[in-house]
């Protein structure tokens, strides 16, 4: 059975007497083709492990159990299990997990499914748009066993994940994203492929999560303080925008640290890239450290 094709998904919902919850995202993908890309792009190889985060009627998740070691399936929604029994069926490789993945220890539960490898695993999910930021973020900042994550997101949030410096889309969760990974946005999927349809159309990006992050910090809190303090107040300069962000130090202060990490304040947070971030970021760790006179 093809849970992917649009009179399959329309038969199952019925013929489970299946609800579907729009407050769990549930648009399901009822288009092959996008399915298969998305496969296509995760590569699960054969001795592999990949976690499905949403797998809903298990369009993606068959595709992806036919081509790698297991699949561990992690859904909220109880009530889609006996409908995945069925799309799933003869498929030995799949183990379904309900629980909530913002929640969800993943290396603890890979570690418990396949039975002590601490191998790295791969993320495919088709997600829910209002988790997406928050599922990410749990992925990355947890630093999971993950090598990579292929996402489909809302086009805008795709845009945002992959933006360069200076642009309107660059922003605190760009930075925070491409910390820990390298992003792509790989294509985009129109709005009809889905039952039902969303209101967005949406996209697919894929983070290849790197070993060590993209710049070398002294503490990644002051780094992601900074980062979000730039970006709270677009339109300031650096100088405003940050000199709230510790009350003991006074402007003058501040114009030493940026002149120290080489960055004129008066430019403005969305202008600067991983590197000026942490050059900045570290020189305000050094000054926080320092002994006082
Ligand atoms: N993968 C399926 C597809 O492509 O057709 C379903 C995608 S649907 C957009 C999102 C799925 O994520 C739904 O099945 C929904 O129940 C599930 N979901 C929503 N919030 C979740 C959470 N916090 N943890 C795990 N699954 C969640």
Redesign the pocket.
Known sequence: MDPAAPGTVKGLISRHGFWI?KS??????VDGNIVRKIVTATDPLPGETVVE?????G??TRLLAERAKQVIA????GA?FPVLGETLAGLDNVTLVE????KTDFNRLVHEISGGENKKYKVAA???YY?TTPLLMHLLEERFSISTIVVMVQEEVARRLTAAPGSGEYGAVTVATNFYAQTRMLFRVPRPVFIPRPEVDSAVVRLEVRDTPAVSVADEQHFFTLVRAAFQQRRKTLLNALSGVDEHLSRGKWLDIFRHADIDPGRRGETLDLQEFARLANVFSSVLTEEPD
């Open positions: 919850k769990l995202g549930q648009n399901f993908l985060i949403g797998p809903g009627l369009a993606l992690v859904e909220i929604d889609l629980q909530d993945a913002l088709n997600l829910p988790i």
